[in-house]
């Protein structure tokens, strides 16, 4: 059986078909489901095993990237059963699934405070993403260093440098304070983080740190691993051909994009469809 997953669209969001493509591609079943059909119960979150909110720009970025969109989530109930959205996707927590949230998914996962979820809090705000240092929209690639003591499921295996684009004006990673930096160090929770391709250590310089994120955070989990929210976008790289250099440079066929959801479905696999 292939693990099932839903990818989130409406209200702004535009990268749900090109994730959808690459979870396929993965070996998962993926549906693309408006948020209309879960407030209107005609989707539960209980039919699937991944939950991913795509890219893109959810009600306009107004009041800033996944602000309206996490408040909506917060307090929506299902028409009908009067059910709270959001106890949905606590549930589905709960029940050992993944969930994947990919630039403005990440923004929206990091307000509605289920990222990074110190201690198992889910709901508490510690975090968010704010405006790039730039002051502009970044649209380019970037390397990233990996954490290999991480409990992150979806970066299980990959090492070395990573190479994923970012297009973001708001991805600039910011902590309450020192000790919630700390605590993520220490938990392994900070999963990415830029990283200048020179040094391969992690990096504040422009443009390889095109936010200005502090400890160049790039990607965070939760405590368990199975939450994930990351700025660039790992399912635009799910193709060699999808390398800005691919005709010049020798480049293996599977892609780190790719091996990234096949994590999560062998994860999915091991666990849940055993
Ligand atoms: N590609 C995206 O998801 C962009 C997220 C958000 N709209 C921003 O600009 O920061």
């Known amino acids: 059986m292939k693990p099932r997953a839903l990818v989130l669209s409406g209200y702004g969001i535009n990268c749900e078909r090109e994730t959808a493509h690459t979870l396929r591609l993965a070996g998962a079943e993926a549906e693309i489901v408006h948020f209309s059909e879960l407030l209107y119960g005609e989707k539960h979150l209980r039919d699937y095993h991944l939950l991913c909110f795509p890219g893109g720009f959810l009600d306009g970025d107004h009041l800033g990237a996944a602000q309206a969109a996490a ?17 949905q996707i606590l549930e589905f927590i709960e029940a050992g699934k993944l969930v994947i949230g990919i630039c403005n998914g990440f923004q ?70 020192e000790d919630v930096l700390r605590e993520l160090f220490r938990k392994g929770q900070i999963v990415l ?18 936010n200005g994120s502090v400890e160049a955070v790039a990607g965070i989990c939760d405590p368990t691993g199975r939450i994930f929210g990351l700025m660039p976008h790992p399912e635009a790289f799910n193709h060699f051909t999808n390398h ?21 479905v062998a994860y999915l696999r091991e666990t849940l469809l055993s």
């Open 193 to 210: 983080q830029y990283a200048h391709p020179q040094t391969g250590r992690p990096t504040q310089e422009y443009p390889f740190n095109p």
């Open 108 to 177: 929206l996962l990091v307000k509605l405070g289920l990222l990074p979820a110190l201690g198992g809090r889910y709901g508490e705000r510690r975090v968010s993403l704010t405006y790039n240092d730039s002051g502009r929209f970044e649209d380019r690639w970037v390397w990233l260093r990996v954490n290999p003591d991480s409990p992150c499921v979806f970066t299980r295996g990959l090492s070395g440098l990573l190479y994923f684009p970012v297009r973001h004006g708001e991805g600039k990673f910011v902590a309450q304070d």
């Open 244 to 264: 800005p250099r691919w005709t010049r440079e020798q480049l293996p066929p599977e892609t780190p994009g790719l091996k990234l959801f096949k994590n999560a």
């Open 71 to 87: 408040h909506r989530l917060r307090h929506a109930r299902v028409v009908g059963s009067g059910e709270r959205l959001l106890d």
